[in-house]
């Protein structure tokens, strides 16, 4: 599948529709297969202990499966999020950015169902899954 | 069930406990049978249009449950987020603050679950819903 | 709002959808506000013990579900579930009927959410909790 | 990690613990890495159209979870699901076995985590996922 945004096309983009959180995540890798997204961790996205908190985890999760799904359908600014299901599985590393994978498992007309796993960086065991369901608005015909 | 926590202590424990968040939410009512908490929506909560976001949604479940959970165990720091299911059904109202209503389903020894409904302040129909489970560490033997 | 299905009509709809679970399920009742139905405890529903299984748990929930949404859509053999979370909180009582109760969260044009609680016959605390997504199929233009 | 329980163990162990599904799960392949099972679709798991049933998809992904956490911690038949959260994405294939991949992303003292992906035999898209938590008893001491 050719992807309709690619990664230089799509930081640009995440910044213009989500102005708040600009600067919070980076896109590592996307071609055709996977996407690699970072949380760049910062005072604001800490607990006590200097790990990343469960908020800032769900938001990179949430993040990546909107550049997974955009990524193949287009820029559809208004496409949202209907179901999250998260486990927080460990720890994360103190000090270290949370590393998202994302695939795609179904897109649909209406729905995308994305699968992503959260990484302290560098670590080799999740610190959490996430499985996200984007509802896809109608194409308006010209 | 008598709270272990009244309402009146379980503020300043909040802050201590996430001083990232200090002033984000607020309890506007916790006795033996509900929790009502509030997000206070501002600007770095917001989407574009003025909305709050997911994740500031996702915040203000998360603390409902932790709050509701403390409630009736007692101060536990160390209680962890496990699982979350949350379903986003509605566009919150531009402007208006959040409200979580909360209710603990099940306090074990070493889980609890907490359903908590999300409503725009005033409106009748719920914006999300969600499910969370807490592990409850172990008691430490003196 | 006014049911597109009565109670009266919908067993034998449901008999017609889904044979193979004929007479495994009972609806007590079904008013514009609430469901309850009920999974008649068989032995093939049981794990060692006597207490009803997981599966069986899951199927009353999304039969709930799906008969909660139809009573409002209208009968549209077609609705599929597309989501369930499902919280196993308590060990059933043995030998008792599990009981389900439904609410529609949501009823959109093309998805509804259905909360359910399910409880071991005449006892307070839920033994499960599951939230449901259906997805409607579009009505078809004549 | 060495397998507590062999797969030629773990099919007697399951319809001696299970008995009312004896006959209805095959394990596929079994080792450190990874364990494939199979729904034998017979008629009791159908829908009209012939294809496996939510409950049956649901049925093989708890016991796949089971088998997987089992063979890691071996035999504690009292291991129990406490939550479980399902997408079902694509129609199953009429009268085809449905195959489950499990991973266990998370062995702790108290709790496993095993992420699930459904498969019609022989196709490449998954039909559903499930993740699904199993509380393990404590050990007993001697």
Redesign the interface.
Known sequence: MVLKVPADEMEPFLNE????VKGMFGIDHLDEERLVMRLHAG??????GGTV????M??LA?VAAYVATMSRIGKEALA????????????PLAGADVIAHAQV??L?R??S?T?V?LFSDGQP??VA?A?L?Y?IPPKRVP
Do not use: W, Y
């Open positions: 529709v989500f102005p708040q005072e604001q996205h800490l607990r006590p908190s469960g908020p800032a769900f938001s949430d949202v999020t209907t179901n999250c299901s998260i486990d927080f599985m460990r720890k498992l179904k649909g209406t729905l169902v699968d796993r065991d999740p899954r499985t369901t509802s």
